[in-house]
């Protein structure tokens, strides 16, 4: 098995741009398509990236994601900070008989 | 509407059992695997088990592997999780939640969430 490390938490002012890190601990980063979530507080959690890079529709294009194979990670990206985008953000991948989340990020907006 | 209805989360003995299920409407169900996770007060998501699109196989984390169990009712549309010999480390919020790609073999991500049903295992 796997463990994809997030940072605790970061922050950011209104308008600028952030970015979380997911590192896997085993095994390449590109093996298996990274997921990012966005759970508000009290709200269910919602996807806004899949398959790396990916976003559903319906999720603004202020939402972007990376994978890099030298760091073995991935990366949300998050342009033009609202404050609704203040929220606990989770990666997750999987391998052939499990899903792995991170441990979760907490966005705050300053 | 798509959505994804829990029910049958509530307060229970530790060594006790309970029986949670989710009602699955506005997508064709048996094309999708589906997912229970968890949430522990104030923690991170937890994976717990998915079930195949046509129940063919099972998996399941660690941490409830050999005490629960995930079964799904295509004529009903529903996904259920039978949880025994529960501890209080099982104490969470349980998701139902819906594999994103149609008739997928394992696990992959999750695509669409229910609103969680609470389990408190008390000891």
């Known amino acids: 098995n796997f463990i994809l490390t997030q940072p605790h938490s970061v922050s950011g002012s209104p308008g600028k741009t952030i970015t979380i890190s997911c590192t896997r601990s085993?095994?390449?980063?590109?093996?298996?398509?990274v997921q990012w979530y966005q759970q508000r507080p009290g709200s269910s959690p919602t996807m806004v990236i899949y398959e790396d890079s990916q976003r559903p529709s319906g999720v603004p294009d202020r939402f972007s994601g990376s994978i890099d194979g030298a760091s073995n990670s991935a990366s949300l990206i998050i342009s033009g900070l609202k404050t609704e985008d203040e929220a606990d953000y989770y990666c997750?991948?999987?391998?052939?008989?499990?899903?792995?989340f991170g441990g979760g990020t907490t966005v705050t907006v300053l | 509407q798509v959505q994804l209805v829990e029910s049958g989360g509530g307060v229970v003995q530790a060594g006790g059992s309970l029986r949670l299920s989710c009602a699955a409407s506005g997508f064709t169900f048996s094309r999708h695997g589906m997912h229970w996770v968890r949430q522990a007060p104030g923690k991170g998501l937890e994976w717990v088990a998915f079930i195949r699109y046509d129940g063919g196989n099972e998996y399941y984390a660690d941490s409830v592997k050999g005490r629960f169990t995930i079964s799904r009712d295509t004529s009903k549309n529903a996904l259920y999780l039978q949880m025994n010999s529960l501890r209080p480390e099982d104490t969470a919020v349980y998701y139902c939640?819906?594999?994103?790609?149609?008739?997928?073999?394992?696990?992959?991500?999750?695509?669409?969430w229910g609103q969680g049903t609470l389990v408190t295992v008390s000891s």
């Open positions: 939640s819906k594999d994103g790609p149609v008739r997928a073999a394992g696990p992959y991500n999750f695509d669409l």
């Open positions: 997750q991948s999987y391998d052939r008989t499990i899903a792995v």
């Open positions: 085993s095994g390449s980063i590109a093996s298996h398509f």
